[in-house]
């Protein structure tokens, strides 16, 4: 039931501006899928939320996101280590109804 973010920044060092997209291919990574127009020798910040559901089986996982800097295609694999929930995120829960 966490989140954790990851920020990724891309760096234009080419002559023409590029536009750079995001797109998760997990259900619980979430991605702003605006496309971000880099102006040449500019920079660009990508933002995924990680937010496995409290369902999640604890344990090793990937989240894939796929990233797209004008031509180029960056499908990236993020390894993601699920916690067993402890005792105070539940009471925490309940106390919070």
Do not use: K, M
Request: proline share 10%; aromatic share 6%.
């Amino acid at each position: 039931g966490g989140r954790a973010y990851l920020s990724l920044t891309l760096e234009n060092r080419g002559a023409a501006p590029f536009v750079a997209r995001i797109a998760p291919g997990t259900v619980w990574a979430r991605c702003i899928a605006t496309p971000a127009v880099v102006p040449a020798g500019g920079r660009c910040e990508l933002t995924v939320t990680l937010a496995p559901p409290r369902e999640l089986t604890p344990g090793a996982h990937t989240a894939v996101v796929a990233v797209r800097a004008g031509d180029l295609d960056l499908p990236l694999t993020i390894p993601v280590q699920v916690a067993p929930e402890q005792w105070w995120q539940r009471a925490l829960r309940w106390l919070a109804g």
